[in-house]
């Protein structure tokens, strides 16, 4: 069983940047970040490896967003830049075992507890 705990959401102005953090009681092979705005399906935001560093974003924040791990503290992070309105979302960090380059929320096995993001026009 991995635990996994968000921290860093709030509240920004459209442009600013925020940075979330995932703290990982242990690892698997991948940790992903989600989000899920009211009334929306939770998306794929991004991925990394805990090995190798392999990374895969969604085309929404490319360029915007960067995904990254310190593994000697097993934690990753979500450096977000030049943040928009529809960015506004809760943020889970998920982590998969799978090793296939799933963007899925269910082939994430493990999940944190959420942390909100708003981005104010």
């Known amino acids: 069983q991995v635990q996994l705990v968000e921290s860093g959401g709030g509240l920004v102005q459209a442009g600013g940047s925020l940075r979330l953090s995932c703290a990982a009681s242990?690892?698997?092979?991948?940790l992903g970040w989600f989000r899920q705005a009211p009334g929306k399906e939770r998306e794929f935001v991004a991925a990394?490896?805990?090995?190798?560093?392999?990374?895969r974003y969604a085309d929404s924040v490319q360029g915007r967003f960067t995904i990254s791990r310190d593994n000697a503290k097993n934690m990753v992070y979500l450096q977000m830049n030049s943040l928009k309105p529809e960015d506004t979302a809760v943020y889970y960090c998920?982590?998969?075992?799978?090793?296939?380059?799933?963007?899925?929320?269910?082939?994430?096995?493990?999940w944190g507890q959420g942390t909100q993001v708003t981005v104010s026009s």
């Open positions: 998920a982590a998969t075992w799978s090793m296939a380059a799933t963007t899925l929320a269910d082939d994430y096995d493990y």
């Open positions: 242990g690892r698997t092979f991948k």
């Open positions: 990394i490896t805990w090995i190798g560093g392999i990374l």
